[in-house]
């Protein structure tokens, strides 16, 4: 059974730099498929962050590119965001999840982490 | 960006009744590349419906998804107890965007 977990600091401050790591337990990153942020703020849709193969190639939302970052640690079978220059519109539920598709930006999500409240405040 | 429409914005029902959700984009979705998610309060997204009409993995049958091109459908045949939730459409075939969603409530 393919398990995903966030995991970072609860709260991030304006200007700075959210982070976010997600343990994926049952598959191996290794092996394939295509790794996903997906972010919620609260009580609204749900928006895409980014995507990230196993060969490390990464395809982000063109409203974040500028601030995002996806990295991956295969050897801890993880994989992490950074989101740069935080404001309050940056509050949201961060989730993790495991795309299934043809292309990093062309898939339906699977496995899900549990999510992540990241709230933005001084 | 494919901009996805999802009505009603909420939906009253009573168990046994019949859900039909309609989601619409703004331009053709190609190769039925439409998803369908159940989420409740507190918890991720649920995937039950991929390629517009497939089911996932432990779906039950009383959900089913069809429609092509602009126009799709999430149909739960009879609602049980644990089927009140707000519904998601997402498309996958230009980038990845999601439905505003459709919250299914208990009349």
């Known amino acids: 059974q393919v398990q995903l977990q966030e995991s970072g600091p609860g709260l991030a401050k304006p200007s700075e730099t959210l982070s976010l790591t997600c343990v994926v337990s049952g598959y191996s990153i290794s092996n394939g498929h295509y790794w996903v942020w997906i972010r919620q703020p609260p009580g609204k849709g749900l928006e895409w962050i980014g995507t990230i193969y196993q060969n490390e190639n990464t395809f982000y939302n063109p409203s974040l590119k500028s601030r995002v970052t996806i990295s991956l640690d295969t050897s801890k079978n993880q994989f992490s965001l950074n989101l740069d220059s935080v404001t309050a519109v940056d509050t949201a539920v961060y989730y993790c999840?495991?795309?299934?598709?043809?292309?990093?930006?062309?898939?339906?999500?699977?496995?899900w982490g549990q999510g992540k409240l990241v709230p933005v405040s001084s | 960006e494919i901009v996805l429409t999802q009505s009603p914005g909420t939906l009253s029902l009573s168990p046994g009744e019949r859900a039909t959700l309609s989601c619409r984009a703004s331009?053709?979705?190609?190769?039925?590349?439409l998803a369908w998610y159940q989420q409740k309060p507190g918890q991720a997204p649920r995937l039950l419906i991929f390629g517009a009409s497939s089911r996932a993995a432990g779906i039950p049958h009383r959900f089913s998804g069809s429609g092509s091109g602009t126009d799709f459908t999430l149909t739960i045949s009879t609602m049980e107890p644990e089927d009140f939730a707000v519904y998601y459409c997402?498309?996958?075939?230009?980038?990845?965007?999601f439905g505003g969603g459709t919250k299914v409530e208990i009349k």
């Open positions: 997402q498309q996958y075939s230009g980038s990845l965007t």
């Open positions: 331009q053709s979705v190609s190769r039925s590349y």
């Open positions: 999840a495991r795309l299934v598709g043809p292309y990093p930006d062309a898939g339906y999500f699977d496995y």
